[in-house]
């Protein structure tokens, strides 16, 4: 079990590796410079020279495999450089404005798991046997919405048509309603996909047969057998899907106005902010490795074979 996790997690460290170098690379390429987007406007009224000491303190004129080992040797430490066009510490920024994104991020997914069971619970149901095929239809339907016009579908039709949600000084709940369901729908698709295969493939396994002949209720053996079992693929996916709910979130700040992670990108990529653009990268990629290790830890505890295979395999 030991040898199985140090493994994943030396296979975490070369992907958060990759991250690092694929992103700083493609973001070298870029067109335009920080540097001289923020030192060379005339209202500064810099001089050439001066110019010129701004680029060496900032090591803009360095040679790259320099830059390339300064700021992997900087980020190992915590360290994640100055933003040119703030003059602050990038860390302060990500301090100041990741709670907010976790927070949509986090609600987002427990709305997507809602969706998820909900979808999966009422396609099981004898009542709804004939809108089976419906229900099974709706996760192809949410994951087929680009993240950014269902966020301004949500608008048009909550605020501006219904009038349900104010756009002008909502409160914080009202502000959370529409970008959390944004957020969620395209989630809770493959959840919901991945969760309503995985129930039909447990109902046919002979335990579940052999608890339906002792008596019991359906809905008794959907929640206390079958749905159990049907889980581990379900959270194996979840996993995955970390990236997308990231970048849902990004987008979504965007879309709302959000003040977050999203909009501290979309200002990095305006002005050309590598050292934003690198965090932001590297934070989403730490967080994706971190949550899957998590995943990979709680497999065992839901299905206790895994952990005689990685007992046979030590």
């Not at 987002?108 to 229900?135: D, E, H, K, N, Y």
């Not at 047969?209 to 209720?217: D, E, I, P």
């Amino acid at each position: 079990m030991q040898r199985s996790l140090l493994r994943r997690v030396g296979q975490s460290v070369l992907v958060l590796w990759a991250a690092f170098t694929l992103s700083f690379f493609l973001l070298q390429v870029l067109p335009g410079d920080a540097v001289l987007i923020k030192f060379q406007n005339p209202d500064l009224g810099l001089s050439p020279d001066q110019i010129a000491e701004m680029r060496l303190a900032y090591g803009a004129d360095n040679p790259l495999w320099q830059q390339y080992v300064h700021t992997l040797l900087a980020m190992l430490r915590g360290d994640f450089g100055y933003s040119v066009q703030a003059g602050v510490p990038v860390s302060e920024q990500l301090i100041s404005n990741l709670p907010a994104t976790l927070q949509l991020a986090l609600l987002g997914f427990a709305l997507a798991t809602i969706i998820a069971f909900a979808l999966a619970a009422l396609s099981r149901l004898p009542a709804l046997r004939l809108l089976r095929s419906v229900l099974q239809s709706v996760p192809a339907l949410f994951i087929s919405l680009p993240t950014f016009w269902l966020g301004i579908a949500l608008i048009q039709l909550f605020s501006f048509q219904l009038r349900w949600i104010p756009v002008i000084n909502p409160s914080a709940l009202q502000g959370l309603i529409l970008p959390v369901i944004t957020v969620a729908i395209p989630i809770s698709a493959p959840l919901a996909q991945i969760l309503l295969r995985s129930i039909d493939q447990v109902s046919t396994q002979p335990f579940v047969a052999v608890a339906r002949a002792k008596g019991a209720s359906e809905s008794h053996v959907l929640w206390h057998h079958v749905m159990r079992n049907a889980l581990l693929p379900v959270l194996n996916v979840a996993g995955l899907l970390l990236g997308e709910l990231i970048a849902g979130a990004l987008i979504t700040e965007t879309v709302f106005g959000l003040s977050g992670v999203g909009q501290l990108t979309q200002q990095a990529v305006n002005n050309q902010d590598v050292a934003v653009l690198q965090a932001v990268v590297m934070i989403s990629a730490l967080a994706f490795v971190l949550i899957n290790l998590l995943v990979d830890a709680l497999m065992p505890l839901f299905d206790p074979r895994l952990q005689s295979i990685a007992g046979g395999q030590r």
